[in-house]
């Protein structure tokens, strides 16, 4: 877990300087750091009666390298569109994972409480 906290913050502090970029993928990284956050505590808390939905996930390992490599092909590729002049494509593809994330992360909660 410790080593997914700081891929993503290497993530974060690799961010555009820019400031309508960087919120959004500070947003992006934040979702995605809870979604795993969240993931994590519920299985923990549930013990036997919660489980990671996604059968090549089981391992917490595979889970955070999962979510480090997505989280990063993300940026990527919204970085991509913005090179070809795609700004507001890109704005959608952060701010779109950072609320699909987020919510995921709710279910999460919701479910293990």
């Not at 993530?11 to 979604?35: C, H, K, N, T, Y």
Request: net charge positive.
């Amino acid at each position: 877990m410790k080593g997914m906290a700081a891929g993503l913050l290497v993530l974060l502090m690799a961010s555009p300087v820019q400031a309508g970029i960087r919120a959004s993928e500070a947003a992006l990284i934040a979702a995605a750091g809870a979604d795993l956050a969240t993931t994590e505590w519920a299985l923990g808390r549930c013990g036997t009666t919660c489980r990671e939905g996604n059968p090549f996930m089981q391992a917490q390992g595979t889970r955070a390298a999962a979510k480090l490599a997505g989280t990063a092909a993300v940026l990527i590729a919204a970085r991509a569109l913005e090179k070809r002049k795609h700004k507001h494509a890109a704005r959608i593809l952060r701010w779109g994972g950072a609320a699909l994330w987020g919510a995921v992360a709710v279910q999460n909660y919701r479910r293990a409480r």
